[in-house]
């Protein structure tokens, strides 16, 4: 992360959340707390420990009202928040270090110090959790000392708030009336900062290095899509960034065009769900059909597996919801590592994700799939929708020709498989001699290219679906799907990244699947380039060394793209 300086202006670069632009002047947090003294406490040890328990009990009190005043990952950080004030293995640590002569203050400041180092060495998700860390060390020393937690500022005018790192327990509670934008120095894409801000859509870049120069009454534009801090705008620039607010305020109400680019290119956009009850917002949002159906979830809390019966009625209702011919592409039973069904793999293996999964598992209970595929057809005939059924976890051709003839066999009009394993890529051109369509998950593709557990945050780091590696395999898939002239869709997190979604269809994507929430931006952005363009975009990814450069080198092309009105663009890039 950077800071650029040209002639208008100086630019901070960090991690966008999200896809908004903010317009608006800073407010800063207020300081951290000073380092509590190291001088010897002059009370016994005994009133110290009575201290510290206090004032942590009251922050976890705290922590826990905050939670229960708000939901969803909002009330989870905070609960954890209040776990960790008062885990007893850093209460421990803080006794002996009173016990050793250190006020309350100095014993909580290098007790929780300490715990947080070991976070920040083990990295990824766990890294990312020192700040929380930090924050409950702070409110426990304000406490001690009397004082007010640290906080957000309070103002009558709306503000872009600029912090080191903002607490969960803050950002949970942030007044979405009055916070434009939020800029934080430190802090990655998955720190609690990040997963807050994009569930309540906060405009936000982490990890701006020079942040901290801005000051109160600085004025800037805050750009999620570019990941960018413009500080003291030009009068073009701030007009520019107002437009596209506007812009932007439109598509998500509107909302309900299908997916095209451009050059008028259609471009289905469709919704990923994991049970008929999403269908209603996933219209809402203009899904123009499902992408991925994803039946393992409707079935993760049984023992036994579900009846023919059972299954019908929820297939039937998810068609009906979809129905007038709307495309709706259901996957069979995925039981894997992340998704364990008791009823098709309980043994244990020591590498699940390279384990008996998928396809695998279902293959070794044939009668299990066999039933699925009887309520699928059952509910077909029930109903109008456009239903597809696919496979997932395929890596041989083998697996490819068993699955459609199966498919086929009971009367299921378009079987095809997913292509989440290289393997699969690799041979896409004869997987899709033999299948109707092929479905790429970018999310377990990724973690076979990378050979990194999506689940493990350690490794976290390699799970990017923009690694030339992975969009190397997306374009043999695609190529494939042109010259056969059969359907390539996306289905994984991928295609809920609008820039990356253009990249996808250059590399030959014909639909989009994404949870519904990410359709709108997804659309929108779309839009804004033709098939050429998304082709030479697609170039440009490939060419990356790896999946920053890749994201950064595909920025600053499109950049350039959206610099001149479409329609004169439709012969450039071929
Ligand atoms: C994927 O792997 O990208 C995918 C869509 O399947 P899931 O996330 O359910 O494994
Ligand atoms: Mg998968």
Redesign the pocket.
């Given at each position: 992360m950077s800071i650029q300086t040209n002639d208008e202006n100086t630019v901070l670069r960090g991690a966008g959340i999200g896809q908004g632009v903010a317009v608006g002047t800073v407010l800063r947090m207020s300081a951290p707390l000073p380092e509590p003294s190291d001088q010897p406490s002059s009370r016994t040890p005994h009133e110290e420990k009575a201290r510290v328990r206090e004032a942590v009990a009251a922050v976890a009190a705290d922590l826990r009202e905050r939670a229960s005043t708000v939901e969803g990952t909002a009330a989870d950080v905070l609960e954890a928040q209040s776990m960790m004030a008062e885990d007893s293995t850093l209460a421990d640590d803080v006794a002996s270090r009173i016990d050793s002569g250190r006020t309350a203050e100095r014993a909580v400041f290098e007790g929780f110090a300490v715990f947080r180092d070991m976070l920040k060495d083990l990295g990824g998700y766990m890294g990312e959790r020192a700040g929380d860390l930090d924050d409950v060390s702070q409110r426990v020393v304000a406490a001690l000392q009397g004082q007010p937690a640290p906080g957000v500022p309070q103002s009558d005018q709306p503000f872009v708030l600029v912090a080191h790192d903002l607490a969960p327990a803050d950002t949970a509670l942030l007044d979405l009336t009055k916070v434009l934008g939020l800029v934080t120095t430190e802090g990655g894409p998955t720190s609690h900062t990040a997963i807050l801000a994009r569930e309540k859509s906060i405009v936000a870049i982490v990890g701006a290095a020079g942040a901290e120069r801005l000051s109160d009454g600085d004025e800037v534009i805050v750009d999620a899509a570019a990941g960018t801090v413009t500080i003291s705008p030009t009068e073009d620039q701030r007009s520019a960034a107002l437009r596209r607010i506007e812009e932007r305020a439109a598509a998500l109400s509107g909302g309900v065009e299908p997916g095209a680019l451009a050059d008028g290119t259609a471009i289905p956009l469709l919704a990923n769900l994991g049970s008929a009850e999403g269908a209603e917002a996933a219209l809402a949002a203009g899904a123009e059909g499902v992408g991925?159906f994803?039946t393992e979830f409707l079935f993760l809390d049984q023992r036994m597996a579900p009846t023919v019966e059972q299954q019908r009625e929820q297939y039937v209702k998810l068609l009906s919801a979809f129905g007038g011919g709307r495309k709706v592409v259901v996957r069979v039973l995925?039981a894997g590592a992340d998704k364990p069904l008791e009823f098709l793999n309980d043994a244990h293996e020591d590498n699940p994700a390279l384990g008996l999964r998928g396809l695998r598992s279902l293959r070794a209970n044939e009668d299990i799939l066999r039933e699925q595929l009887t309520a699928l057809a059952e509910a077909d005939a029930r109903t109008d929708a456009d239903l597809w059924v696919m496979a997932?976890m395929v890596s041989t051709i083998e697996e490819t020709r068993y699955f459609t003839e199966l498919g086929r066999e009971y009367g299921l009009k378009t079987v095809g498989v997913m292509v989440?394993v290289p393997s699969a890529a690799l041979l896409a051109d004869r997987i899709l001699q033999v299948a109707d369509f092929a479905s790429i998950?970018?999310?377990?593709?990724t973690q076979y290219t990378l050979a990194a557990d999506r689940l493990l945050g350690s490794v976290a780091g390699f799970q990017d679906p923009w690694h030339p590696a992975v969009l190397r395999l997306i374009g043999e898939v695609g190529a494939a799907g042109a010259a056969s002239g059969k359907p390539v869709g996306i289905?994984?997190?991928a295609a809920a990244d609008p820039l990356l979604a253009v990249v996808l269809v250059g590399l030959g994507a014909t639909t989009l699947s994404m949870s519904p929430a990410a359709l709108a931006d997804v659309r929108l952005s779309l839009k804004r380039y033709t098939l050429g363009e998304a082709r030479s975009l697609a170039e440009t990814a490939l060419a990356a060394d790896g999946a920053a450069e890749a994201r950064e080198a595909v920025r600053a092309a499109a950049d350039r793209f959206t610099t001149s009105p479409a329609p004169d663009r439709n012969e450039t890039a071929q």
């Open positions: 991925l994803r995925d997932p989440e998950g970018t999310n377990d593709l289905c994984g997190e």
